[in-house]
Nanobody
Framework: QGQLVESGGGLVQAGGSLRLSCAAS????????MGWFRQAPGKDREFVAT????????YYAESVKSRFTISRDNAKNTVYLQMNSLKPEDTAVYYC???????????????WGQGTQVTVSS
């Protein structure tokens, strides 16, 4: 299996922006749909966004639609999550994941990164 490495988290004020990156091995990236999930303290991990392998089709959780954008750079084996108009409720550890199919179900992803903390202050 490959390795997923997230970066770009940090502390930002409400209304601000952050861009998360997730670098993958070429083997993982070339065969996978990529997704972002998040987990806030005391809550279950939840789906954020996903992008398909070939056509770049995207799907978002309702809570982030129109504020977040997922994209992938196949030349760099990297997936991004651009987060705008951040809210305190977006505070969580954000995880990158790789799977065979575009999906909002975490169980369909078989590779996970270590996570990156995003904190949005009010």
């Amino acid at each position: 299996q490959g390795q997923l490495v997230e970066s770009g988290g940090g502390l930002v004020q409400a209304g601000g922006s952050l861009r998360l990156s997730c670098a993958a091995s070429e083997r993982t990236f070339s065969r996978s749909a990529m997704g972002w999930f998040r987990q806030a303290p005391g809550k279950d991990r939840e789906f954020v966004a996903t992008i398909s392998r070939m056509l770049g089709s995207t799907y978002y959780a309702e809570s982030v639609k129109s504020r977040f954008t997922i994209s992938r750079d196949n030349a760099k084996n990297t997936v991004y999550l651009q987060m705008n108009s951040l809210k305190p409720e977006d505070t969580a550890v954000y995880y990158c994941a790789a799977g065979k199919l575009i999906s909002s179900e975490s169980k369909l992803y078989d590779e996970w990164g270590q996570g990156t903390q995003v904190t949005v202050s009010s």
